[in-house]
């Protein structure tokens, strides 16, 4: 089994270097079976979590991940992958901070996710 946390840190460098610059690329990450839930809204299968992910109203955008913390999910090899930090969209100044939760499956020699909870943190 491959170490999970090593998978986590993985899985996130890839997961918002891929958001940050086309986000349309996310999409193999997704299958038909998965669910997002982007701050209380929810979207199930591939093609609509892409929709979603796509239509988000900025162009530009920067992750700066602050922590990241996994956890194996069941026997089967899923794990639980919890991120926090802030973001920058457009040429605002200010950034937000968010977290998000992600809960990855094995599939051969690769992940995929099952769930993706989105949710901005306000003070």
Do not use: C
């Amino acid at each position: 089994m491959a170490d999970f946390n090593q998978v986590a840190e993985a899985f996130v460098k890839f997961y918002y270097e891929t958001f940050d610059s086309n986000r349309q690329n996310l999409t193999p990450l997704y299958r038909e079976g998965s669910m997002l839930t982007f701050e209380g809204q929810q979207f199930s299968g591939a093609n609509a979590i892409t929709e979603k992910l796509v239509s988000l109203p900025f162009q530009k955008v920067a992750h700066r991940i602050s922590t990241i913390d996994a956890q194996p999910s069941n026997a089967s090899g899923t794990i639980l992958v919890s991120v926090t930090g802030q973001l920058l969209v457009d040429e605002e100044q200010n950034p937000q901070m968010f977290s998000q939760t992600f809960h990855l499956v094995p599939e051969g020699g690769s992940y995929w996710v099952f769930n993706d909870i989105f949710r901005l943190n306000y003070a």
